[in-house]
C-alpha cells in the first residue's frame, strides 16, 4: 500500500469532522449517507421568509440573531435575548450547555462589561467559544444586542 497523499489525509479528516464513520482507508471512496437538513421557521402562509429562524444539519443546529426590540438597557436587552435562545434551543431538542459558538453583536462596544455580567454562567460551566463585535451601522431593529449560536442536538 502506497503513503497516503496530504490530500487523502484531508479528505479523511473531514469525513471524521463532518461524524461519518471511516471505514475506509484513506484514498478510498466513502459511502456515507448525507445528514439530514432540518428548517425550522414560524410559518407565514402565502409569503416567503427571508430566513429560517433555525437549521439543523445533522446534530448541528445553527439559530438565526436573536435581538430585543423594546425598551431596556443592556442587561434587559441581554437577559432577554439570552432567554429567547435558551427557549428556541430547548425547543429543538438542545440546550445551553450544547452550544459551541456565539457571535455577539453589540450596537456600542461601551456595553460589552454589563453584557457580559447577564452572559456569563448562561452555558454552564464550560462557556462556548465567542466572538463579539459592533456592527458600523449598528443592529437593525434597534436592539442593543443581537446573539446568534451554533449548538449540537
Not at 65 to 81: C, P
Amino acid at each position: 500500500m502506497k503513503n497516503p497523499s496530504r490530500r487523502d489525509l484531508l479528505k479523511g479528516a473531514v469525513a471524521v469532522a463532518s461524524g461519518s464513520a471511516l471505514t475506509a482507508l484513506p484514498g478510498e471512496a466513502q459511502t456515507a449517507a448525507a445528514p439530514e437538513r432540518k428548517v425550522y421557521a414560524e410559518k407565514h402562509p402565502g409569503k416567503t421568509p427571508l430566513f429560517s429562524s433555525a437549521v439543523s444539519y445533522g446534530n448541528l443546529l445553527f439559530l438565526a440573531g436573536i435581538g430585543y426590540h423594546e425598551q431596556g438597557d443592556i442587561k434587559v436587552h441581554t437577559s432577554h435575548v439570552l432567554d429567547e435562545m435558551q427557549k428556541q434551543l430547548e425547543g429543538v431538542g438542545s440546550s445551553m450547555s450544547k452550544v459551541l459558538k456565539v457571535n455577539v453583536y453589540l450596537n456600542d462596544l461601551k456595553d460589552y462589561a454589563a453584557m457580559n455580567e447577564v452572559y456569563a454562567g448562561r452555558f454552564g460551566d464550560t462557556p462556548p467559544v465567542r466572538t463579539t463585535v459592533s456592527p458600523a451601522g449598528g443592529i437593525p431593529g434597534n436592539s442593543l444586542i443581537e446573539i446568534d449560536c451554533i449548538a449540537f442536538i
